[in-house]
C-alpha cells in the first residue's frame, strides 16, 4: 500500500498555470495506476485524468482535455497535472489517488489528502 501526498496547488489568475505533484511513499507504484480528481464546495468530486501504470496510455475528462497534462516518473515515485489556461470553474480541491493493479484492484483504492486550487477570475 502506498501513501499520496499532493503538492502545487495555490492562488492563481484566469489564463494561468500550475503543476500539481503527487509523491507517493512505498515500492509498489509502477503497479498502480494514477488518478486526479477534484471537488468543488457544494459539488460531487469528479474526474479529472488518469494514467495507466507504465504513463502510455491517459484519459481526461472533457472539461479538461486539452488543457491539462498528466504524467508520471516511476522512478520518482511521482505523478504530475499540468494546468494551463486555468478557468474560474477549475477551482477545487484536488485529490491524488491511485489503483493498484498489480494487486488486481478495479478502482482507485488510496487517496491523498488534497491540495487547494484557486483561480481568481
Known amino acids: 500500500q502506498v501513501q499520496l501526498v499532493e503538492s502545487g496547488g495555490g492562488l492563481v489568475q484566469a489564463g494561468g498555470s500550475l503543476r500539481l505533484t503527487c509523491t507517493a511513499s512505498?515500492?509498489?507504484?509502477?503497479?498502480?495506476?494514477m488518478g486526479w480528481f477534484r471537488q468543488a464546495p457544494g459539488k460531487e468530486r469528479e474526474f479529472v485524468a488518469a494514467i495507466n501504470w507504465s504513463g502510455d496510455s491517459t484519459l481526461y475528462a472533457d472539461s479538461v482535455k486539452g488543457r491539462f497534462t498528466i504524467d508520471r516518473d516511476n522512478a520518482k515515485n511521482t505523478v504530475y497535472l499540468q494546468m494551463n489556461s486555468l478557468e474560474f470553474e477549475d477551482t477545487a480541491l484536488y485529490y491524488c489517488?491511485?489503483?493498484?493493479?498489480?494487486?488486481?484492484?478495479?478502482?482507485?483504492?488510496?487517496w491523498g489528502q488534497g491540495t487547494q486550487v484557486t483561480v481568481s477570475s
Open positions: 489517488a491511485g489503483q493498484n493493479v498489480g494487486a488486481g484492484e478495479t478502482k482507485f483504492g488510496t
Open positions: 512505498g515500492s509498489t507504484f509502477s503497479s498502480y495506476a
